[in-house]
Nanobody, 115 residues
Framework: QVQLVESGGGLVQAGGSLSLSCAASGSIFRPNVMGWYRQAPGKQRELVATLGSGGATNYASSVKGRFTMSRDNAKNTVYLQMNSLKPEDTAVYYC?????????WGQGTQVTVSS
């Protein structure tokens, strides 16, 4: 069983910063890709950032330069540092693990950015 547990999130004013973390437990094998996705009310879930176990990163254009994703492979944990937050960043943020063709998801954590 693979479990993803997110922490962080909350309410912040526009221009502020928040940090999310996601710890994966269970049978975790490499290579894998961990990532963050978000879903705003009435919208589809969208990619925020991914980071492979080998270090390859990918960011959505809307967050590039503002968000930074990192990971600690020894702890199977990923982090998302979000700076210069905008109201349009408001969403539920989900942690994802892609491993051998299977997707695993966390329960989601709310990020709300007030204007």
């Amino acid at each position: 069983q693979v479990q993803l547990v997110e922490s962080g999130g909350g309410l912040v004013q526009a221009g502020g910063s928040l940090s999310l973390s996601c710890a994966a437990s269970g049978s975790i094998f490499r290579p894998n890709v961990m990532g963050w996705y978000r879903q705003a009310p009435g919208k589809q879930r969208e990619l925020v950032a991914t980071l492979g176990s080998g270090g390859a990163t990918n960011y959505a254009s809307s967050v590039k330069g503002r968000f930074t994703m990192s990971r600690d492979n020894a702890k199977n944990t990923v982090y998302l540092q979000m700076n210069s937050l905008k109201p349009e960043d408001t969403a539920v943020y989900y942690c994802n693990l892609k491993m051998y063709g299977v997707d695993y998801w966390g329960q989601g954590t709310q990020v709300t950015v007030s204007s």
